[in-house]
């Protein structure tokens, strides 16, 4: 079956859901009133991505979109734990971008072989014996597991090559890929003949190589979504070095010079920071000129007047190709390496609810009071400091917490359990 490039794509991920707690009591002949012994439900699995060098496209994400990690197992007898939720594993191309698919916050850059773990299984349940008190001796309730974190996000993938080749199309960037690396595209005398990125390494002697790119055609208008340029300057993002290949042999009617300046105006357009990275300019197919070196002199006086390093290759004879990939080996050693880049996303604050969401109900002979806007409220109170627990009772009053538990029956003396801390009522 034949698959197709894909450099973005959007999934849904779903942590598993921790499992839930046991209610149960010891039961063995001979022996009376064993006790609770209700074991904790097992996590969720979490969702994990990790690099796949072995993958060049992001295809696999179209045909699939969700994604759910296994629920953890519920709690059992004898103070058994359930088994917690097998962990997701998701393989994706090196160089991906994982962003928030609501804000495009980078939430990480898949570039390095550690595992990230993308999103978190829920908590397991308590089980009963962990309500057991001298005075409650016997509970019958346990907690459910939590849900597991759940989103989409955005995919998107930058190459990760340390030089880029760009160019016009039929400038002869393919060729000169296939010269210098292992790596085959397919070329052909037509415009667009190369549909999508190719990677290749260069092994300079023994001890260094790097990874060149050939970045598919961009023409006039690249920026604003014109030929395929628009779909594949990302690519170039992450290259260090721009190898900016021109075709000098004017057989399609073609001028260097503005070929030369109106690929740099569309890199200047969609980045000028792209813009401003170093570039060697390669005159390609100067076998084809025969005893006619204007176009070469003219392009190469117009470039060096702007800074640019000079080269003359002919991809097809592989003239010059060799000292053209030695001059990008030196150069590179002189830059920064790849970029990669820091995340940026910042997670939304937990929903806080409203006190009227907040749940009170009795199991045996103790008070559940929970909900996510008492949590956000807990959360700042430090209960061993008596002023911010009178803090917190103030504020439960003043939410209508309080009135709502007597209510619910509640007296004073009762055990009452809030966000986890167990309390006695008293009015």
């Known amino acids: ?21 046991a209610v149960s009591f010891h039961r063995e002949k001979y022996i009376a009133a064993g006790g609770p012994d209700g074991g904790d439900g097992g996590k969720g699995g979490d969702i994990i991505v990790i690099a796949d060098n072995n993958m060049s496209t992001l295809a696999e994400f179209h045909r699939k979109r969700k994604y759910t990690a296994e629920n953890g197992a519920d ?20 160089g991906t971008l994982i962003r928030d698919k609501l804000t495009g916050g980078i939430i990480k850059d898949i570039s390095s072989p550690e595992p990230f773990v993308l999103a978190v299984g829920g908590r397991g349940g308590a089980g009963n014996r962990h309500f057991a008190t001298p005075v409650r001796q016997a509970p019958r309730f346990a907690k459910p597991g939590l849900q597991g ?35 085959r595209p397919k070329t052909a005398d037509y415009p667009f003949t190369t549909l999508t990125p190719n990677l290749g390494v260069v092994y300079e002697g023994d001890d260094y190589s790097f990874v060149l790119a050939d970045i598919p055609g961009i023409i006039e208008g690249a920026a604003g979504g014109a030929g395929l340029g628009h779909d594949f300057l990302r690519h170039t993002d992450r290259c260090r070095l721009l190898i900016h290949i021109t075709d000098v042999s004017g057989i399609e009617g073609r001028d260097p010079v503005g070929d030369f300046e109106i690929i740099n105006a569309e890199l200047k357009e969609y980045s000028p920071a792209l813009a401003s990275r170093p570039q060697i300019v390669a005159a390609n197919k100067i076998d084809l000129l025969g005893d006619d070196r204007e176009p070469i002199e003219r392009l190469k006086k117009h470039v060096s007047d702007k800074g640019y390093d000079f080269y003359e290759i002919s991809a097809a004879t592989h003239h010059g190709c060799r000292r053209l990939t030695d001059a990008v080996a030196a150069k590179l050693k002189t830059l920064p390496p790849v970029t990669v880049y820091e995340p940026d996303y910042i997670p939304p ?50 939410a209508g917490i309080t009135e709502r538990m007597e209510q619910a029956g509640i007296d004073d003396g009762d055990s009452v359990s809030i966000c986890g801390t167990e309390f006695i009522y008293k009015k």
């Open 75 to 94: 709690g059992r007898n004898k103070c058994k734990s359930g088994p917690g939720g097998q962990d997701l594993v998701i393989k994706v191309p090196r």
């Open 1 to 21: 079956m034949s698959t197709f490039f894909a450099d973005t794509a959007t999934i849904k991920v779903t942590a598993g859901r921790g499992g839930n707690g």
């Open 349 to 398: 604050e937990p929903a806080g609810g409203a006190a009227e969401d907040v749940v009170i109900e009795k199991q045996d002979d103790l008070w559940f009071v929970e909900g996510a806007w008492l949590d956000r409220l807990a959360g700042s109170v430090n209960f061993s400091d008596n002023e911010s627990r009178m803090y917190f009772e103030r504020m439960l009053r003043k």
């Open 149 to 183: 974190q759940s989103f989409e996000v955005a995919l998107e993938l930058k190459l990760l090559a340390d030089a880029g080749i760009i160019g016009f199309p039929n400038a002869g960037k393919s060729t000169f890929l296939s010269v210098v690396t292992k790596a």
